[in-house]
């Protein structure tokens, strides 16, 4: 038995995998990828040979026993992948394995798979190939019906391919989620190495995962972790809590938009901070991040500002209504809106779309306009792993953020309410707006619940919104109803009055 | 008189590669009087001639004419399934199984 940290791993290239698995796949192995129809197993064999081409040159074998080559080749080159022209290379070569259709080969006495062996180690030293991938071992199984001399042959292929040295993934078919490896019970003979590909619904919504069942002697992490299929990068597993901590944390400050609130967060915010302000319906929450926008605009800076709920036409006519010249700032190239409702994709793919977009645009500004849109579709550990993901994106390009939230959701409010105290440990600054009964009116208030590293305000301050933006006040005197229950329990977001919160809007 | 040809695609030099031909053999010599080809080849020899012919399973028999084609896996060794398998018309005498 190997030690644990003396296996030695091949990185797939697949995007977030490494992260998951410590390192890639071991390496001079076979690893069975096992997962039900439509799972993605085909395609994670396909970008194991394809990423070790591209990023790694190392020569690959795609054995196929299900689809045909030509099938593969096609698939391949729409996620940009020129299996083509890495054959005419001589970096790619494929061992036809497929039943031709309406061919029947009877068996008479004994036989094995010397041939395909034969045919596989050809192809090996043909292109020097480090990689080989087997797709899909059912469907040897159903060409082959002694399924007694089809375990024992995979087996002794597997020991071929160790016995070349590559790397190999075998993809095979699960019957149902949860149950069992594979069917045909092809585990045993790889049973070293073994992950499995979901395809779920959970909450209503397609939900993929990847999870490292076991690698023999070799560390790995634990659990299902959510991946995607993106049109352009392929499996991408979403890289979720994978933080690196931040070796060093900014001085700078940048300002919010509204002179109070940076005095109120002692002098602005930090440049690497992430921002949340929480608050009902109406209370102020896009005005403040239109002026945050605005603050990055005034000061060069480029600003993406994305909303899961409305229409760019909702939101121009708002900002302009508080005289801030959206298309403005869009011609001048420093802001870049991203509109659409939340339920168009799921919370991968919204990741996926903003990370693309943060790449693209290298804003030294977010907005997320609200992240309580995203409840609508997304279950509440998915979306907290949505938020842990983009601050790791986020901090590591030191852009200033700011995330806006509802108390509750108002879709599901029934649930538990928004990640609540999840979301704000992750903020470096947050801030609360609320309605707060007076004498004779419904007042706004703001207050700086938590600021990190800077002596802030805390006082509970009025604040009013008109054209030329949101005015600050002085602290109130008497204690508010609305704001004591709201702050007192370690920052519930709930409280008995949110009813009221519905007021008129800003 | 129609000429029957075939190919054995056998893997190396096994005692299953020798038991496919030698049954080849005898079912052809019992069915077609003689009147036959057997071309024998070695996958792991001659690997990209397996490629071409798509040959998963040693031993493979191809009976390359007359048409249609027709394909058996296995040693052979039960004589009465292979030559029906195989469409070989039927024999003068009952041949013996075994080899």
Redesign the interface.
């Known amino acids: 038995m190997t030690g644990s940290n003396t296996i030695e791993r091949i990185p797939t290239g697949i995007s977030g995998f490494e992260h998951v698995t410590l390192g890639g796949l071991p390496a001079g192995r076979s690893t069975l990828v096992s997962g039900t129809t439509g799972s993605g197993k085909t395609l994670f064999a396909v970008e194991f040979l394809s990423r070790g081409i591209m990023r790694f040159n190392e020569s690959g074998v795609f054995v196929t026993f299900e689809e045909t080559s030509t099938d593969i080749r096609r698939n391949a080159a729409s996620l940009g992948f020129p299996v083509q022209l890495w054959e005419d290379e001589g970096k790619w070569a494929f061992v036809e394995a497929s039943a031709s259709i309406g061919e029947d080969t009877p068996a008479v006495g004994a036989y094995d798979f010397g041939a395909l062996v034969a045919r596989i180690e050809h192809a090996v030293r043909q292109t020097g190939a480090r990689r080989v991938a087997l797709d899909s071992l059912n469907a040897i199984f159903t060409q082959f019906t002694d399924s007694g001399i089809v375990r024992h042959e995979l087996f002794r292929i597997a020991s071929a391919l160790n016995a070349l040295g590559v790397t190999s993934v075998l993809t095979a078919e699960r019957p149902e989620e949860y149950d069992g490896v594979t069917r045909y019970g092809v585990e045993p003979f790889v049973l070293d190495n073994v992950i499995i590909l979901r395809n779920v619904l959970r909450q209503g919504r397609r939900t993929r995962t990847v999870e490292i069942v076991k690698f023999r002697g070799a560390q790995h992490r634990t659990g299902e972790w959510l991946f995607t299929i993106d049109p352009r990068d392929g499996i991408v597993v979403v890289p979720l809590a994978f933080l690196t901590p931040s070796d060093h944390a900014s001085l700078a400050r940048v300002s919010s938009g509204i002179p109070e609130l940076d005095e109120m967060c002692g002098g602005g915010f930090y440049r690497d901070a992430i921002v949340l302000i929480t608050g009902p319906t109406g209370a102020g929450k896009t005005m403040a991040s239109l002026r945050f926008a605005a603050a990055a605009v005034e000061a060069g800076e480029r600003c993406l500002l994305c909303t899961f709920d409305g229409t760019p036409g909702q939101l121009f006519r708002s900002a302009a209504s508080w005289g801030l010249d959206l298309k403005a700032m869009q011609a001048a190239g420093l802001l870049r809106v991203m509109c659409g409702y939340a339920e168009v994709m799921s919370p991968e793919d919204h990741f996926l779309q903003l990370r693309n977009a943060i790449e693209e645009f290298a804003p030294g500004r977010l907005v997320i306009d609200t992240l309580s849109a995203l409840e609508r579709v997304a279950a509440p550990r998915t979306l907290l792993d949505f938020i842990i993901a983009l601050t790791a994106v986020l901090r590591q390009r030191e852009i200033t953020t700011l995330l806006t939230g509802t108390p509750a959701g108002r879709f599901n409010s029934a649930n538990a309410p928004l990640i609540t105290s999840d979301v704000a440990a992750l903020a470096d600054v947050w801030i609360q707006l609320r309605y707060v009964t007076g004498p004779v009116e419904i007042q706004r208030a703001i207050a700086v619940l938590q600021a990190r590293g800077s002596a802030h305000d805390h006082s509970i301050r009025q604040f009013r919104i008109d054209r030329t933006g949101m005015h600050i006040g002085e602290p109130l005197t008497s204690a508010p109803h609305g704001f004591t229950e709201a702050i007192s329990p370690g920052g519930a977001w709930e409280s008995p009055e949110s009813e009221v919160t519905e007021g008129p809007s800003g | 008189m129609t000429t029957y040809s075939f190919r054995l695609?056998?893997?190396?030099n096994?005692e299953?590669s020798h038991?496919?031909e030698v049954?080849l053999r005898f079912l052809c010599d019992a069915h077609l009087s003689g009147m036959y080809e057997v071309e024998v080849v070695d996958?792991?020899a001659r690997?990209?001639l397996?490629?071409e012919g798509?040959?998963?399973?040693?031993?493979?028999v191809v009976r390359l004419t007359p048409p249609p084609q027709r394909?058996?896996?296995?040693?052979?060794?039960?004589h009465g399934?292979?030559a029906i398998?195989l469409g070989l018309p039927a024999a003068d005498a009952s041949p013996m199984e075994g080899q």
Request: no cysteine; hydrophobic share 40%; glycine share 6%.
């Open positions: 695609y056998v893997a190396g096994s299953r038991a496919a049954n996958t792991v690997p990209e397996a490629e798509r040959i998963l399973a040693t031993p493979t394909r058996v896996i296995g040693d052979l060794s039960d399934r292979a398998a």
